[in-house]
């Protein structure tokens, strides 16, 4: 069963950068043919998809926050990674590491981390 766990600050302050890492075990992350994704949940936006890295390395990110996004891999650490960039307190949000898998034409989620709060404020 595969397990995912966020770590990463819980405090930035506006205009800096969000780091958060995802850690997974129980499958490796360079399995066909998941999509290792970032999620969001805030009480003004609901649930907002940040972006993925698949199975092969590639990125897909939201266009709404393509711009300040980066999402990479360790494949030797078996986790993945979330930078954002130039944070606002409309970024703070419970965010959440997923896998995604092919289907129907789009993706499901079947399996998350618990969540971490990164609050965004000075």
């Known amino acids: 069963q595969v397990r995912l766990q966020e770590s990463g600050p819980g405090l930035v302050k506006p205009s800096q950068t969000l780091s958060l890492t995802c850690a997974v075990s129980?499958?490796?992350?360079?399995?066909?043919?998941?999509?290792w994704t970032w999620i969001r949940q805030s009480p003004e936006k609901g649930l907002e998809w940040i972006g993925y890295v698949e199975y092969g390395g590639r990125v897909y990110y939201s266009p709404s926050l393509k711009s300040r996004t980066s999402i990479s891999r360790d494949t030797s650490k078996n986790q993945f990674s979330l930078q954002l960039t130039t944070v606002t307190p409309e970024d703070t949000a419970v965010y959440f590491c997923?896998?995604?898998?092919?289907?129907?034409?789009?993706?499901?989620?079947?399996?998350w981390g618990q969540g971490t709060l990164v609050n965004v404020s000075s």
């Open positions: 997923s896998r995604g898998l092919s289907d129907l034409g789009g993706l499901r989620y079947d399996s």
């Open positions: 129980g499958g490796s992350i360079t399995a066909k043919y998941f999509y």
